[in-house]
């Protein structure tokens, strides 16, 4: 126990230091809040009501939330400076040159329209033409450029060495990406994959197929999906990383799966020799790919790469293949309009060239002083949740230390990258067609990705630009990023009180942090290896609290006959309920420092105790509209929870928000204490 008294000490040892101020609401805004609804009976309701009320749905919107304002934010932002670099008339081959090229072509509707599918013929024909003794050259070509048909390949860090890179074959091949949309036979499923079986008939018309042969194509793509369906592994089997890990060696590899050249695979599609040894994510998923590929016809197989090609390429041709693209969203999400031709653009552009532009972004919008600000709040978060670990009833003391030692591991990210991605390698030219421009852009960066093989992990990479809304952990660095973008009001102010922003970023911190200790993300170690540091004897504490609330989440219907899925969204509700507490416990420590009586009359925030602007600013940040089409699609395919779950279902588990609005048993959102999950 002393040793272990000694680590937390080790990790405590920073904290901030500021002097008490009077303080207003930056973030919330009073007028939102529904009064008639008490805090007791829907949190959520409470806060959110007159937020809801002041932005409805917009037709291009199936959704529409806090994280959309801010994603609305910086879009402006981003179109400011990709037309700024448009305007200085830049040299070709220059970084500026590149944005303005794919940005124009991407609007250039005119163009784009009076080509129409003429982009993608010459490669239409190869398939169709291809002989028999060639479809072994044809599935290389089509893995090697343009899509994957059947399986998936390719590096990624070892999951037991993050250190290194090791090649993994998985399962894919399945456009719906969810095996219920192929299987299940309900209405809504059933709904889908009409509109899909639609889609497909679409854009094979568009493509210049007659109608007889899209429908062919169609039936040929649903046959294949379908039967690779079958065997994929559901979304709950999806988080099992453990028995994700499967390695073999190559020969291994080839006896099991004969139908597949793997020794041209490798040299071909990446140019990479063949490797000593492979992880197989999911066995049964390549074995059904395997079969499949033995026992299709040519003209079967033609098909369903035909509907690869096209669905890849459909983004980059004319308005038709949009159009039809559109016409399926509105069946899964309900969006009723499509987003501006601008903002269309603008994520193509990103998607090509998104650290070019985040390097201007963080230029001109993000201040030194925001970094530093959050590197003392990521410190505060962190000792916070090293007195949550050190304090667990239900962990013994040696993977306590384990657990310590993995938290004050961890690597901080805020802002944007040390080093900055080059894209001077990359050829965008204007006398190309958009399609040909965006096809060479992803060859250039899959060479990239390629090019890691046989090459130390590169710990300084980035997964997301810096103007994206969002924050991540990954377990194969132990590391939590927080890019520029999400680091604005309601999450992150300067100029809010110190409840807000512990109660909304401070939140995200902590969340983050969690996720390094989930079902998943305790499964590596501090160095990011997968690596067992439990004791079974944790083990099987942690899983009983975990079976607990997940059926919590299980019992909350969603729309009518459908229920939210406890064990698909376990993650992060860890997460969101880690997130909460630990932040508390750091905005409470800030406090005491400051020398702040939190209980006092002069502690309120016009009004409102900082316990309550804390919850507040938590639910707040998770406000939004959202249409039932897109509820059943997120509880469908999404790992996080609906944003009204997120507040009232993860805050029945936390004894202080009862007494900061003094909810008491008998209202419908009081769990009583020993009902109540606490992991974390």
Not at 496 to 507: L, Q, R, T
């Amino acid at each position: 126990m002393k040793s272990l008294k000694l680590a937390v000490a080790a990790l405590i040892a920073m904290g901030m230091g500021a002097t008490a101020q009077a303080e207003h609401l930056k973030s919330l805004n009073p007028a939102y809040f529904d009064e008639t609804t008490p805090a007791g009976t829907d949190f959520y309701k409470h806060v959110n009501k007159g937020w809801q009320e002041a932005h409805p749905l917009t037709p291009e919107h199936s959704r529409y939330g806090q994280f959309n304002i801010l994603n609305d934010s910086s879009e402006v932002r981003v179109k400011n400076i990709v037309l700024n670099l448009g305007s200085t008339n830049p040299e070709p081959g220059t970084v500026a040159f590149k944005v303005s090229t794919i940005y124009n072509q991407a609007m250039d509707s005119d163009r784009r329209n009076a080509e129409g599918a003429q982009p993608i013929f010459a490669d239409l024909k190869k398939i169709e033409t291809t002989p028999h003794e060639g479809m072994e050259d044809l599935f290389l070509w089509i893995h090697a450029n343009y899509a994957n048909p059947f399986f998936n390949a390719g590096p990624m860090e070892d999951l037991a060495n993050s250190n290194v890179y090791a090649m993994y074959v998985s399962g894919g091949g399945i456009g719906l990406g969810d095996r219920d949309y192929y299987l299940k036979t309900d209405k809504e499923n059933t709904k889908v994959r009409e509109a899909y079986k639609k889609l497909i008939v679409a854009q094979m018309r568009n493509a210049g197929y007659s109608k007889k042969d899209a429908n062919r194509i169609m039936k040929n793509v649903m046959k294949i999906e379908t039967a690779l369906a079958d065997s994929t592994w559901t979304r709950e089997e999806s988080r099992n990383i453990p028995a994700m890990y499967n390695p073999r060696t190559f020969a291994q590899l080839k006896e099991m799966y004969p139908n597949i050249n793997w020794d041209r695979f490798f040299i071909e599609t990446m140019g990479i020799a063949s490797p000593e040894q492979v992880i197989v994510t999911e066995i049964n998923t390549v074995a059904q790919a395997n079969n499949l590929m033995g026992k299709l016809t040519d003209r079967e197989i033609k098909d369903y790469y035909l509907w690869k090609y096209v669905a890849q390429a459909a983004g980059k041709l004319s308005d038709d293949f949009s159009d039809a693209a559109f016409e399926f969203n509105k069946v899964v999400s309900g969006v009723e309009q499509q987003r501006p031709r601008w903002k269309r653009a603008l994520g193509a552009t990103e998607g090509v060239m998104g650290e070019a532009i985040g390097q201007l972004y963080v230029e001109k919008y993000f201040p030194a002083s925001s970094k530093e600000y959050m590197l003392n709040l990521v410190e505060n978060l962190r000792k916070a949740l090293g007195k949550h670990i050190i304090n667990l009833t239900w962990m013994s003391d040696d993977t306590k230390l384990n657990a310590l030692n993995k938290l004050s591991a961890f690597t901080v990210k805020i802002g944007y990258p040390d080093k900055w991605k080059d894209y001077s390698t990359m050829t965008i030219d204007p006398k190309l067609s958009y399609y040909e421009n965006m096809h060479n852009a992803a060859m250039w960066h899959q060479k990239e990705e390629y090019a890691k093989w046989g090459k130390p992990v590169d710990k300084t990479e980035w997964g997301m630009t810096p103007q994206t809304i969002n924050a991540y952990y990954n377990p194969l660095a132990n590391e939590i990023v927080f890019p520029a973008g999400i680091l604005q009001a309601p999450f992150f102010d300067p100029e809010a009180s110190d409840a807000e922003n512990y109660g909304a970023i401070g939140v995200v911190i902590g969340h983050e942090m969690t996720h390094g200790f989930d079902d998943q993300g305790r499964n590596f170690d501090a160095q990011g290896n997968m690596v067992n540091w439990w004791t079974p004897e944790d083990t099987e504490a942690f899983e009983k609290l975990t079976k607990g609330l997940i059926a919590q989440f299980d019992a909350v219907e969603v729309l009518p006959g459908l229920n939210a899925n406890g064990q698909y969204t376990l993650g992060e509700n860890i997460a969101d309920q880690g997130g909460l507490r630990v932040a508390r416990t750091a905005f409470l420590d800030s406090q005491k420092k400051k020398g702040v009586d939190i209980n006092s009359e002069e502690a309120k925030i016009d009004g409102l105790t900082p316990m309550q602007a804390f919850y507040m600013n938590y639910a707040n940040v998770w406000a939004q509209n959202i249409r039932p089409e897109e509820m059943r699609s997120l509880t469908t395919g999404d790992v996080h929870s609906l944003g009204e779950n997120r507040v009232n279902v993860t805050l029945r588990n936390i004894t202080p928000f009862f007494e900061a609005f003094s909810i008491t048993e008998g209202q419908p959102l009081y769990l009583a204490p020993d009902k109540q999950v606490v992991i974390w």
